[in-house]
């Protein structure tokens, strides 16, 4: 079993705007006006629905309630993260310790890079299936990007890596276990993390 886990969990601080719930427009040149579109979470279970994931997992934490409210997660494992507030690393642990037994390996998906596609997690998981190996990360013109994926064999360490360094903490412990695997999705580096981002990508003031 594959589990797709999007960490949905943080206050948006740099956004000042849950980044969850900011609307996805297809093209930079769709006006604030225009039809409202989905939110950043939609657009990644929608792409996350259409893949191979076996299982889907969101955790949330701050601005839980109003997510749940807005977004349809019909279908998906809803994790609450009640220390969202301790960083990225205490959601990733919620999702692992949330986890069925047989899942052989997590996808981890961040709500704010909404860009990924369902062809770039179909390769991550294929390459899986064929290799095996216990950390795959995509790559666009020479740059890591997300989602990476980690196997079952480096739960443990993901689970007592220094919180203030996280699953790159593993990554760099890991460097020779890596597998990278080269795509044309240039998404998989592209993070909306401020309203700057916003404006570069969607042409707009960001929008609930």
Known sequence: MINAVVLAAGASKRMG??????RFRDSPSRSASAERGRTFLEQIVAVLRLSDADRITVVLGAE???IRKTVDLSGVNIVINKDYQKGQLSSLIAAIETTPPQTQAILVCLADMPFITAEVV?????KFKETDAPIIVPVFDNKRGHPPLFARAVFDELLSAPAEQGARF???????????LQTSERGILIRIDTPDDYRLHFGAEPAL
């Open 122 to 126: 179909n390769e991550i998981i294929g």
């Open 17 to 22: 705007k849950p980044k969850p719930l900011l």
């Open 170 to 180: 593993v990554l760099c412990s890991n460097e020779q276990r890596i597998l990278e």
């Open 64 to 66: 839980a309630e109003a």
